[in-house]
C-alpha cells in the first residue's frame, strides 16, 4: 500500500514538473508606479510601446488592465494590437479576461485574430482540464 502510494506521488510529482512550465506565473508584488505607467504605455500613439505594455501586463498578470485591454481588442484598428491584448488578457486568466478572449473568437472581423484568440482560448481551456485532473489525482492519492 504504501509502496502505491510512493509510486503515484511520484508520477503526480513528475508530472507536475513537466507541465509546470506551461502555466503562467504569479508574481506576487508589483510596485504602484510600474503599474501605472504600464497602463499609461497602453493610452500611447506608438504602436509598439502599446504592444509591448500589453506584453508587460500579461506577464505581470496585472488584473487592473482587464478592461483597458478589453478596450484595446474590441476598439483597436491594428490586429497586432488586438493579437497583443488578447495574450495578454489569456496570461492574466481571470474569467473576465478570459471570456473576453472567447468573444473575439466569434465577433472579431479579422480571421487573424479570430485563430490566435482561439488558440489562446484553447490552451487556456486545455490546462484548467488538466490542473483538475491533477487536483482528483492528488484526492484519490491522499484517500488510499
Known sequence: MKFTITILLLVFLTFEANFAH?????ITHVKQNTVESLLEGLNSDNIGLK????YMI??????KAVIPLM?????SENEDL??????ALYKIGTPLAI????????????????KHCASFY?????NRITDE???????????K
Open 22 to 26: 506551461s502555466r503562467p506565473k504569479t
Open 51 to 54: 504592444s509591448s505594455c500589453a
Open 58 to 63: 500579461g506577464e505581470l498578470q496585472i488584473t
Open 71 to 75: 478596450k484595446m481588442l474590441r476598439t
Open 82 to 87: 488586438r493579437i497583443s491584448a488578447a495574450l
Open 99 to 114: 471570456n473576453a478572449v472567447k468573444q473575439a473568437i466569434t465577433f472579431d472581423e479579422s480571421e487573424r485574430v479570430s
Open 122 to 126: 484553447n490552451d487556456f481551456s486545455k
Open 133 to 143: 485532473e491533477i487536483s482528483l489525482v492528488a484526492a484519490k492519492t491522499a484517500l
